[in-house]
């Protein structure tokens, strides 16, 4: 199983994130790419690598407080994601706008994210993986299974009338149990990032952000090859691997 992983990875032509013109971070949340990739966004970007945010729903539910959930927190999120999206240098934003916690369908989500594949024609797809075990929050789920859906079949008409010449090269999926990639990033977009988090003012008090930011910050730590380095994790699969390939797990 090793020796057929190692003939795969040597097979598929996985691409240097840096190399990249475009990459496209599918979110559920006006959030959740800042969390888990905000650093690499944030090098991404100051490398001139286009990054683009598709946010699927409108982070309207993401309160406990009744008076401000719907309409007007979906007007603080969009703010506070533009600030976010600013510091990390992000290109451009796109919303779905589906409502949060909503009773929408991972297919009504698959086809507009297929349409913004074949718009945009990025190289990479980052999205939220869906297998990841434990994880519970519908939107994450239905996100990410609609994300690896349409970056697996957005050639297809079936889904987006008429054709498509464009080839994604590669899929990366963060919140990962699986990661097989340590993308090494520098202190300033660590700082970049945790400042990013910051303007998310609706979902992180200060006791919450110190605790995320230290959390985030460890992880980094943890995960990096030396002493001194800070990485983000994800597992990046060649789109065809998302379907009959056992070995995507290992991969
Ligand atoms: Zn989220």
């Known amino acids: 199983m090793q020796n057929l992983t190692q003939k795969?990875?040597?097979?598929?032509?996985?691409?240097?994130?840096?190399?990249?013109?475009?990459?496209?971070?599918?979110?559920?949340?006006?959030?959740?790419?800042?969390?888990?990739?905000?650093?690499?966004?944030?090098?991404?970007?100051?490398?001139?690598?286009?990054?683009?945010?598709?946010?699927?729903?409108?982070g309207s539910a993401g309160s406990q407080d009744e008076s401000l959930i719907g309409q007007r927190l979906k007007e603080i999120r969009e703010k506070e994601q533009e600030k976010a999206a600013e510091t990390l240098g992000v290109h451009e934003l796109i919303w779905l706008g589906f409502e949060d916690l909503g009773d929408y369908s991972i297919e009504q989500v698959r086809s507009k994210v297929t349409?913004?594949?074949r718009k945009i024609r990025p190289d990479v797809v980052f999205t939220v993986d869906p297998f990841l075990p434990y994880e519970v929050h519908p939107d994450h789920i239905k996100c990410g299974f609609a994300a690896c859906q349409a970056s697996s079949l957005?050639?297809?008409?079936?889904?987006?009338?008429?054709?498509?010449?464009?080839?994604?090269?590669?899929?990366?999926?963060?919140?990962?149990?699986?990661?097989?990639?340590?993308?090494?990033?520098?202190?300033?977009?660590?700082?970049?990032?945790?400042?990013?988090l910051s303007q998310h003012k609706s979902q992180f008090d200060e006791s919450s952000l110190k605790m995320l930011s230290f959390y985030l910050t460890e992880r980094a730590k943890h995960y990096a090859p030396e002493p001194g380095k800070l990485v983000e994790t994800f597992k990046i699969l060649p789109p065809s691997m998302l379907h009959v390939f056992p070995e995507a797990l290992e991969f």
């Open 115 to 117: 349409e913004q594949i």
């Open 8 to 58: 795969l990875k040597e097979f598929f032509n996985i691409p240097k994130l840096e190399q990249c013109e475009r990459v496209l971070c599918v979110q559920p949340h006006p959030d959740d790419a800042d969390i888990s990739m905000g650093a690499t966004v944030a090098k991404l970007s100051e490398l001139g690598v286009k990054v683009f945010y598709l946010t699927v729903t409108d």
């Open 154 to 196: 957005y050639r297809l008409p079936k889904l987006y009338p008429g054709t498509c010449d464009h080839q994604l090269q590669a899929v990366g999926l963060f919140n990962t149990a699986h990661p097989n990639t340590f993308y090494e990033v520098e202190q300033r977009h660590m700082e970049r990032k945790l400042l990013a």
